[in-house]
C-alpha cells in the first residue's frame, strides 16, 4: 500500500496549507470512515466546480484556487487523504465533451476535443476499492441545475453532469461508490499511483495556442458561466 500513501508534485500533501487545514479541521482524530466523509465533502462542497489553469496542477494550487474540475479536486481528494494516512489512487478515462455543454458556452464547445480527460479518485476502505467521482459538482451548483431542469426525473447529460438520474444522483459518501459524470465515460485508461503518472503517459487536455488561449482567456468565461449557473442568473 506504500505507492498509494506517496507524495508526489501534484498530490504534494506535505504543502503547509494543506497540513494546516487537516490540523484545523482536527479530521485526524475521527474514524476512517469520518475521515473520508469529512475530506470528501470538503473537495465537494468547500472547493467549487470551477476550471483551473490546468489539469496537472498542484493540490495545493486547487486548494488556493478555490475550485477545481474532476482531474483537479480529485488530485486535492488524493492528496488529504494521503496526508491523512488512507490509500488512494488514480483512474483515468475520457468523457464525451457533450455532458459539458451548458457549463461551456456552447459557442466555445468547438474549441474542445471530443473526448476530454476525466478521472475518478479510488479509496481503499474496509478492503475494498471505492470509486469517488460525486464530489466534482458543489451541492448549489448541483442544485441549480436541477432546479433549472426541475421536469426531469430520470438520466441527464449536460452542465458538467451525466447520470441516470438528475434529482437524486449518487453524490453522497455513504461508504460506497459516488458519481456524477459516469454516464459520460467514452474510454477507460486504467488505474494509475498518481495524477503524475497518468499525464507522464497520456499528457493533459489541451496544448500549444489552444492551451494559452484556454489558460489566459476562456476558462475565466467558462468560470464566469458557471458562476452565473450557480447563482441562477441565467
Known amino acids: ?13 506535505d504543502h503547509v496549507d494543506i497540513r494546516m487545514l487537516v490540523h484545523v479541521r482536527g ?30 496542477v498542484s493540490a495545493s494550487q486547487v486548494l488556493k484556487d478555490g475550485y477545481g474540475q474532476c482531474n483537479t479536486k480529485g488530485s486535492l481528494l488524493m492528496a488529504l487523504l494521503r496526508a491523512l494516512k488512507i490509500p488512494c489512487r488514480f483512474h483515468g478515462f ?14 466555445l464547445i468547438p474549441l474542445t476535443p471530443q473526448y476530454i480527460l476525466h478521472s475518478w479518485v479510488e ?6 476499492w471505492i470509486n469517488l467521482e460525486g464530489f466534482i459538482l458543489d451541492k448549489q451548483y448541483l442544485n ?16 458538467g453532469i451525466a447520470t441516470k438520474c438528475l434529482v437524486a444522483p449518487q453524490v453522497e459518501w455513504k461508504e460506497t461508490d459516488t458519481y456524477i459524470q459516469k454516464e459520460g465515460i467514452h474510454q ?5 499511483d498518481s495524477p503524475d503518472d497518468f499525464y507522464k503517459k497520456y499528457g493533459v ?5 489552444k492551451r494559452m488561449l484556454y489558460q489566459f482567456m476562456i476558462r475565466h468565461l467558462i468560470n464566469l458561466n458557471v458562476k452565473r449557473l450557480r447563482l441562477r442568473r441565467i
Not at 37 to 54: C, L, M, P
Not at 123 to 128: A, D, H, I, K, S
Not at 205 to 209: I, M
Open 1 to 13: 500500500m506504500e505507492k498509494y500513501l506517496q507524495e508526489t508534485p501534484i498530490v504534494d500533501f
Open 27 to 56: 479530521w485526524n482524530l475521527l474514524t476512517i470512515s469520518e475521515r473520508i466523509a469529512n475530506t470528501y465533502n470538503f473537495v465537494k462542497d468547500e472547493i467549487k466546480f470551477g476550471y483551473n489553469a490546468r489539469d496537472d
Open 94 to 107: 475520457t468523457i464525451n465533451k457533450s455532458l459539458q455543454q451548458g457549463a461551456i458556452p456552447n459557442w
Open 123 to 128: 479509496v481503499l476502505f474496509n478492503g475494498q
Open 144 to 159: 441549480a441545475i436541477q432546479n433549472k431542469f426541475s421536469n426531469i426525473n430520470g438520466s441527464f447529460c449536460g452542465y
Open 188 to 192: 477507460d485508461f486504467g488505474i494509475f
Open 205 to 209: 487536455n489541451l496544448s500549444g495556442v
